[in-house]
């Protein structure tokens, strides 16, 4: 089922290494941070193209059904793509058997949550014929995603990110292009721009197939009894750790339609999709420097004072982007939106305040991962959710609108890496203790 490693390297196929590789982990953070910012860049088109034209309301179905969608998708087990990349460089597991495993269990367990998607679109009460619709065509996410995470593992394990960063920023390209294509034929619809992501996202997984060719025979087992449960219960954990996440900031699009209507949505989603482009950045780091951080945890015990430098980068880099975007929100966001999303600006700039809160703390989360301390994150993370939720029906019941609903986040930001890093220093996690080589 899998090819043999290459003399000289590990079962994964790479030449080991001691130590962090700066130049190997640069080039590729260099080529996902490039792809981040000229994707922020065609995200600007896209509000142009999709937003600008639908108004808050027609953005507000969009969101709302993608949101819907997103809560089904933790029963495509997302998570077990961090373990293949930490089992592939830590424990020598072979990549290949990793991959065809995970992605027989995928499309299981996607195909469940593609049922339930369907069920839920009809049966949940209170939704209108475009969302209904709109959920049913992006329910096909939860089998696509989750395999072109799959896939892209091949990329992360061989330090090969280049082709993550192309591939998207061509869905992103493409998603433009149809978008507004269909609307130029049919019309300002939301349902059409629902159809025009969900094909740009299955051209992106054919590609990212095509890429992964290079590395591994893709054959998917569904012989699942087989697959080690060290490994099931990490994937199963990590998978948790990113549901709750997810929930932590698409919970608010949600509890904004259950309280309020499809234009509230709308201008809370336009803050949140800027908010969470502006986050990718961190999420670019993570990827390109995951695997060395692995094996350095591997090698010794490594601290988040080691990575000091790095912290205090992504500390400028949060700091200098939400004083930048706190400025130029009031002007930018009605000029390219439109005067009809003025009532995002507020909110835009709340949430710019949690991501200066935030991206500094990231790495200490790469580390209770790459140490195998993820159970430490399961524990913390639906806390935080939890928190969210609690905040945001306070908010939203004194009638803050969706001001109150960016406010509650910023608000579980501050106590969730505040309680990380007191759980991660009682761990040794933070710095080395006396006498600590």
Aim: charged letters at 15%; a positive charge.
């Amino acid at each position: 089922m899998t090819r043999e490693p290459a003399e000289g390297t590990d079962a994964a196929g790479v030449e080991p290494e001691s130590g962090f590789n700066t130049r190997k982990g640069m080039a590729n953070a260099s080529w996902l941070l490039a792809g981040n910012r000229l994707s922020y860049a065609l995200s600007a088109i896209t509000v142009v193209v999709v937003a600008r034209p639908l108004g808050p309301a027609g953005y507000g179905v969009v969101s709302s059904a993608l949101a819907f969608v997103g809560v089904f998708g933790w029963m495509a087990l997302s998570g077990f793509d961090r373990v293949i990349v930490r089992e592939s460089v830590r424990e020598g597991e072979s990549l290949e058997g990793l991959i065809n495993a995970t992605a027989g269990l995928k499309l299981t367990l996607g195909a469940v949550a593609l049922v339930a998607c369907w069920i839920g679109a009809w049966a949940f009460p209170g939704l209108t014929m475009p969302e209904r619709v709109g959920i049913t065509i992006a329910s096909a996410i939860v089998l696509i995603t989750p395999m072109n995470g799959t896939l892209s593992t091949a990329c992360q394990v061989h330090e090969e990110m280049r082709w993550m960063a192309q591939i998207g920023i061509v869905r992103q390209a493409l998603y433009i292009a149809l978008a507004g294509a269909l609307m130029l034929i049919v019309g300002t619809d939301p349902v059409v721009v629902i159809i025009a992501f969900v094909s740009a996202y299955a051209v992106a997984l054919a590609l990212m197939a095509r890429v992964a060719m290079k590395w591994i025979r893709l054959r998917p087992t569904f012989r699942f009894a087989s697959i080690d449960r060290v490994f099931f219960k990490a994937g199963v954990i990590f998978t948790l750790i990113g549901f709750f996440s997810y929930l932590y900031t698409k919970i608010d699009v949600l509890m904004i339609r259950a309280w309020g209507d499809t234009a509230q949505v709308g201008l809370y989603a336009a803050a949140l999709t800027l908010y969470m482009r502006l986050m990718s950045t961190t999420e670019a780091f993570s990827v390109a420097f995951f695997p060395q951080i692995v094996r350095q945890a591997k090698q010794g015990t490594l601290v988040l004072m080691d990575m000091r430098k790095g912290v205090v980068a992504l500390l400028g880099v949060g700091v200098a982007v939400t004083v930048a975007g706190w400025i130029a929100a009031p002007f930018l966001i009605p000029l390219v939106l439109g005067k009809d999303f003025v009532g995002t600006v507020l909110p835009f700039r709340i949430l710019l305040v949690a991501l200066a809160v935030g991206v500094p703390c990231y790495p200490l989360q790469l580390l209770f991962q790459a140490r195998g301390m993820e159970l430490t994150l399961v524990k913390l993370i639906p806390l935080r959710a939890a928190l969210n939720i609690v905040l945001n029906v306070v908010a939203l019941a004194a009638g803050l609108g969706i001001a109150g609903i960016a406010l509650s986040t910023l608000v579980t930001a501050v106590i969730y890496y505040t309680a990380l890093a007191i759980v991660g220093d009682r761990m040794g996690l933070i710095r080395r203790t006396v006498g600590e080589g």
